[in-house]
Protein backbone atom coordinates (compact mmCIF):
# COMPACT_ATOMS: atom_id res chain seq x y z
CA UNK A 1 0.00 0.00 0.00
CA UNK A 2 1.55 3.44 -0.90
CA UNK A 3 -0.06 6.78 0.07
CA UNK A 4 0.50 9.96 -2.37
CA UNK A 5 -0.06 13.29 -1.58
CA UNK A 6 0.02 15.97 -4.36
CA UNK A 7 1.09 19.87 -4.13
CA UNK A 8 2.32 22.71 -6.07
CA UNK A 9 -0.82 23.71 -8.03
CA UNK A 10 -1.53 27.26 -8.10
CA UNK A 11 -2.96 30.36 -10.23
CA UNK A 12 -0.17 31.12 -13.05
CA UNK A 13 -0.94 33.15 -15.66
CA UNK A 14 -1.10 31.90 -19.49
CA UNK A 15 2.35 30.71 -20.71
CA UNK A 16 3.31 30.11 -17.01
CA UNK A 17 4.95 27.06 -15.79
CA UNK A 18 4.24 25.39 -12.46
CA UNK A 19 5.83 22.20 -11.31
CA UNK A 20 3.33 19.76 -9.67
CA UNK A 21 4.89 17.42 -6.91
CA UNK A 22 3.72 14.18 -5.64
CA UNK A 23 4.72 12.47 -2.08
CA UNK A 24 4.58 8.87 -1.57
CA UNK A 25 4.81 7.23 1.66
CA UNK A 26 4.51 4.06 2.64
CA UNK A 27 6.01 2.23 -0.09
CA UNK A 28 9.09 3.02 -2.43
CA UNK A 29 7.60 4.77 -5.69
CA UNK A 30 10.21 2.53 -7.54
CA UNK A 31 7.61 -0.45 -6.67
CA UNK A 32 5.03 1.53 -9.57
CA UNK A 33 4.68 2.69 -12.81
CA UNK A 34 3.24 6.21 -11.94
CA UNK A 35 0.90 8.26 -14.05
CA UNK A 36 -0.82 11.60 -13.67
CA UNK A 37 -4.29 12.47 -14.39
CA UNK A 38 -6.67 16.06 -14.55
CA UNK A 39 -10.03 16.59 -13.98
CA UNK A 40 -11.48 19.84 -15.38
CA UNK A 41 -15.56 21.14 -13.63
CA UNK A 42 -18.05 19.41 -15.72
CA UNK A 43 -15.88 16.95 -17.50
CA UNK A 44 -14.49 13.66 -16.90
CA UNK A 45 -11.29 12.43 -15.74
CA UNK A 46 -8.20 12.48 -18.21
CA UNK A 47 -4.79 10.89 -18.68
CA UNK A 48 -1.99 13.13 -18.81
CA UNK A 49 1.19 11.42 -18.31
CA UNK A 50 2.99 7.68 -16.84
CA UNK A 51 6.11 6.90 -16.39
CA UNK A 52 6.70 3.35 -16.47
CA UNK A 53 8.92 1.99 -13.51
CA UNK A 54 11.61 -0.96 -15.07
CA UNK A 55 11.79 0.56 -18.65
CA UNK A 56 11.82 4.02 -18.11
CA UNK A 57 9.09 4.79 -21.05
CA UNK A 58 7.27 7.91 -21.03
CA UNK A 59 3.64 8.40 -21.98
CA UNK A 60 1.49 11.63 -22.94
CA UNK A 61 -1.58 12.78 -24.01
CA UNK A 62 -1.73 14.78 -27.29
CA UNK A 63 -2.43 18.07 -25.50
CA UNK A 64 0.63 18.00 -23.12
CA UNK A 65 2.85 16.37 -24.92
CA UNK A 66 6.34 19.02 -25.46
CA UNK A 67 4.80 21.07 -22.75
CA UNK A 68 4.78 18.82 -19.84
CA UNK A 69 7.13 16.25 -18.47
CA UNK A 70 7.20 13.35 -15.89
CA UNK A 71 9.93 12.73 -13.91
CA UNK A 72 10.85 10.99 -10.48
CA UNK A 73 13.97 11.35 -7.92
CA UNK A 74 13.56 8.28 -6.09
CA UNK A 75 16.03 9.32 -3.13
CA UNK A 76 13.00 11.75 -2.57
CA UNK A 77 10.21 9.32 -3.54
CA UNK A 78 8.70 11.83 -5.11
CA UNK A 79 7.02 12.17 -8.65
CA UNK A 80 6.64 15.38 -10.79
CA UNK A 81 5.03 16.81 -12.98
CA UNK A 82 6.57 20.18 -14.79
CA UNK A 83 4.26 22.30 -17.07
CA UNK A 84 5.09 24.88 -19.23
CA UNK A 85 3.89 26.80 -21.53
CA UNK A 86 0.58 26.74 -19.62
CA UNK A 87 -3.16 27.28 -21.21
CA UNK A 88 -6.25 28.21 -19.41
CA UNK A 89 -7.51 25.02 -21.45
CA UNK A 90 -4.99 23.02 -18.55
CA UNK A 91 -6.85 24.77 -15.65
CA UNK A 92 -8.13 21.41 -13.21
CA UNK A 93 -7.24 19.49 -10.34
CA UNK A 94 -4.53 17.28 -11.19
CA UNK A 95 -4.19 13.91 -9.29
CA UNK A 96 -0.88 11.12 -9.10
CA UNK A 97 -1.45 7.84 -9.52
CA UNK A 98 0.13 4.42 -8.93
CA UNK A 99 -0.11 1.16 -10.95
CA UNK A 100 1.63 -1.60 -9.66
CA UNK A 101 2.58 -3.37 -13.42
CA UNK A 102 4.34 -1.72 -16.04
CA UNK A 103 2.00 -1.91 -18.95
CA UNK A 104 1.52 -0.18 -22.65
CA UNK A 105 -1.96 -0.75 -23.26
CA UNK A 106 -4.86 0.87 -21.02
CA UNK A 107 -2.83 3.17 -19.66
CA UNK A 108 -5.09 5.67 -19.88
CA UNK A 109 -7.68 4.23 -18.13
CA UNK A 110 -8.27 5.61 -14.07
CA UNK A 111 -9.38 2.19 -13.27
CA UNK A 112 -5.85 0.23 -14.31
CA UNK A 113 -4.19 2.40 -11.25
CA UNK A 114 -4.32 1.13 -7.55
CA UNK A 115 -3.87 3.86 -5.76
CA UNK A 116 -4.39 7.80 -6.08
CA UNK A 117 -4.03 11.07 -4.66
CA UNK A 118 -6.15 14.02 -3.23
CA UNK A 119 -5.59 16.59 -6.27
CA UNK A 120 -4.32 19.88 -6.72
CA UNK A 121 -6.04 22.64 -8.35
CA UNK A 122 -4.08 24.28 -11.16
CA UNK A 123 -5.92 27.45 -12.85
CA UNK A 124 -4.07 29.19 -15.85
CA UNK A 125 -5.41 32.58 -16.28
CA UNK A 126 -5.48 34.56 -19.47
Known amino acids: QVQLVESGGGLVQNGGSLRLSCAASGRTITNYAMGWFRQAPGKEREFVARLNKSTGSTYYADSVKGRFTISRDNAKNTVYLQMNSLKPEDTAVYYC???????????????????WGQGTQVTVSS
Open 97 to 115: AADRFDRSTQIKNPRQYNY
